[in-house]
Structure formats: structure tokens, C-alpha cells
């Protein structure tokens, strides 16, 4: 995972994001493989950091960048 030490938010917005990484997570076929949730997890950081606070726009946002994401 990317370094996102200086990144700081409220419980509210970290209960957001929490709700939308678990809400992309569950759309993922099975088995899911932890670098998908990851690199879910890096796009909500990083879009919540952006100033997003819509949990379904963060799944959404993390969701594409993951089918635009190259394969390993």
C-alpha cells in the first residue's frame, strides 16, 4: 500500500470510507484477492483525500480505477 501517513480524517469520514471500501469489496467475484482490496482502499484514500465525501461515488471512483488498473 501506498504511503498515506500524512493523511488525516475524522471519524465520520473514516466510517465513509469504511462503508465504501466494504460496499466495492462485496461486488468483487470470489475469491478475492487482496491486492484488488488494496488497491480499493488506495482509491478511496486518495479520493477521499481529494475532498469526496460521497460513500457511492469513493465505491464507485474505486471500482473503475480497479477495471482500469493493468494486470499482473
Do not use: C, W, Y
Request: negative net charge; without cysteine.
Amino acid at each position: 500500500m501506498k504511503n498515506f501517513s500524512s493523511a488525516a480524517f475524522s471519524p465520520e469520514v473514516i466510517g465513509l470510507m469504511t462503508a465504501a471500501l466494504e460496499a466495492a469489496v462485496a461486488t468483487l467475484p470470489e475469491p478475492v484477492h487482496s491486492a484488488h482490496v488494496n488497491a480499493l482502499a488506495e482509491s478511496i484514500l486518495r479520493t477521499a483525500g481529494s475532498g469526496e465525501r460521497d460513500p457511492a461515488a469513493l465505491q464507485r471512483i474505486a471500482l473503475m480505477e480497479l477495471q482500469l488498473a493493468p494486470r499482473n
